[in-house]
């Protein structure tokens, strides 16, 4: 899915008017008449923008249509890379379902918790491989990002591996330590950690 933005529209009915041809383009699940596209099933649109090009819009049966990330909703997602700026992250689950496509997000320096917001630093919130808790904010840039928060106390890191290579166990609201060598590691933990994600 990568360079791709997904939208899933409200349910539609058969033979629903969609848009015209003006500003989005045929997929699956619809057709055209008199410059307009309309539905050809009963189910949900799906309007993907594939880089410059009108977005192509598609019907599919509710049993196919693909969980997305929507606003408010909590994500499991794994971090893949950190600055001082923002935490890159890969959306692995809506709740507790898991994710067939990969969605992009990024946990900006400002959304890492509620208070104290000039004062955080990413790497002591975060590091690669991290699994966090977040809630979405909204749909982002170009590049699909969804922008996430960790600012709620329930929200944040619930699992992280040590140096060593062990699972590392919440000391604080801030700190993690190794089981094997005592090691503590900042983070920002989350307060709450849901049984699907327990190991």
């Not at 939208?7 to 410059?35: I, K």
């Not at 994500?75 to 935490?87: D, E, G, L, Q, Y």
């Not at 689950?93 to 004062?119: N, Q, W």
Request: aromatic fraction near 6%; proline fraction near 5%.
């Amino acid at each position: 899915m990568a360079g791709s933005n997904v939208v899933r529209c409200q349910p539609t009915a058969l033979c629903d008017r969609l848009c015209s041809t003006d500003d989005c383009m045929p997929g699956t699940g619809v057709y055209l008449r008199h410059g307009y596209i309309y539905s050809s099933l009963a189910g949900y649109v799906l309007r993907k923008n594939e880089g410059e090009e009108l977005p192509v819009i598609s019907v599919v049966r509710e049993t196919e249509a693909q969980l997305l990330p929507d606003v408010g909703a909590i994500v499991t997602c794994k971090v893949t890379s950190i600055n001082p700026r923002f935490a890159k992250v890969h959306i692995l689950y809506v709740g507790s379902t898991p994710l067939k496509d990969r969605f992009r997000g990024t946990i900006r320096k400002e959304d890492v918790r509620a208070t104290e917001k000039d004062r955080v630093e990413t790497y002591k919130s975060f590091r690669p491989g991290d699994i966090v808790l977040a809630k979405v904010i909204s749909l982002g840039d170009v590049q699909s990002n969804y922008l996430l928060t960790t600012a709620e106390n329930e929200l944040g890191v619930v699992v992280a591996h040590s140096e060593a290579g062990a699972q590392m166990v919440p000391i604080s609201w801030c700190e993690m330590q190794c089981p094997r060598t005592h090691a503590k590691e900042f983070r920002k933990v989350a307060r709450v950690q849901p049984e699907y994600l327990q190991a």
